[in-house]
């Protein structure tokens, strides 16, 4: 049965900055003045959170050409605990450190997926070579919630490079998928997730068709990073977000022109969400010892 589609969210009104490096639009949750790191402004799309779990958050930063410059851009220091952050790299490049020593580069076809986990303290900004030459930058960042039960587990990463991922082949040249988390029409992807997730960037060719079934259950939605198409019959424009009703399994997507699509879906956590900027637990009173936790030093160090 063809997966129903609940709503087809156009573009946010406006961009909103997040530090001096990152211009996105936030469609999950949609409000205004962010959730924290890499969260965003632009028109309301009002995505309850239970509505999207396990997704918490979704940044896109639409491709800008930043000019050069001898000032890094970027995020300067913050806490994140009690979910994942997954930066998927289309255009440009993101440095990072964090307070237990980590560091490293996220190039244009690299996923750096980030467990915070009990908490740590974490700067993201531009690549400092593509910060002094300039040029298109484009970026989405996903947050995922973790269970309760894995709240606290030990913050790491998972650095992926391209060349990691799994790549599923469209018949008759019509493109290929970089199926990122989960398994997509018999291609897993390489990230280690907590509860079963999908996350693919579908690279579609002109007039290309890719169908896949994917559990009813699931909370599943695309965003058009690139190009339009035809989802289920119906036409989604470029940067456009269809967030699908939990009903059929089918989801069919026709490229009217070269097109890129990030499709996410995964099994929903029922359990109670607490957020607040970049904390995300069960209660209210996790989230007030979290803040005690930053004041008091326990997310370390990091300048």
Do not use: C
Request: charged share 20%; net charge negative.
């Amino acid at each position: 049965m063809t997966k129903q589609i609940d709503k087809i969210i156009p573009q946010p009104e406006a961009p909103g900055m997040v530090g001096d490096g990152f211009r996105v639009y936030n469609y999950i949750p949609g409000a205004n003045g962010g959730q924290g790191t890499n969260a965003g402004g632009g028109a309301r799309a009002g995505i309850d959170r239970h509505r999207i779990s396990p997704f918490l958050m979704l940044d896109f930063n639409a491709e800008i050409d930043f000019g050069p410059s001898d000032k890094v851009r970027g995020v300067g220091v913050h806490p994140h605990k009690g979910f994942e952050t997954v930066t998927i790299a289309y255009k440009g490049s993101v440095a990072h450190n964090d307070s237990a020593g980590n560091s490293g580069v996220v190039n244009p076809g690299d996923v750096q997926w980030m467990t915070a986990g009990a908490g740590i303290l974490h700067k993201e900004y531009h690549e400092q070579e593509f910060s002094r030459k300039g040029g298109p930058f484009e970026m989405v960042q996903l947050w995922v919630n973790l269970p309760k039960k894995d709240k606290l587990t030990k913050p790491h990463y998972q650095a992926i490079t391209a060349d990691q991922i799994g790549k599923l082949a469209l018949p008759d040249n019509g493109g290929h998928a970089n199926i990122i988390a989960g398994t997509l029409n018999g291609v897993t992807g390489p990230a280690q997730t907590y509860t079963p997730v999908i996350v693919a960037d579908l690279r579609l060719n002109k007039d290309a068709q890719l169908t896949t079934t994917i559990p009813a259950d699931y909370n599943t939605a695309l965003l058009l990073i690139k190009g339009s198409a035809e989802v289920n019959g119906q036409p989604a424009p470029e940067h456009s977000f269809v967030l699908f009703a939990n009903e059929g399994e089918e989801i069919t997507i026709k490229a009217n022109e070269p097109a890129t699509v990030l499709l996410i879906s995964g099994e929903p956590i029922n359990e109670p969400i607490a957020a607040y900027g970049p904390f995300v637990m069960n209660t209210p009173e996790e989230i007030q010892a979290s803040i005690r936790e930053v004041q008091a030093g326990k997310f370390g160090v990091l300048s």
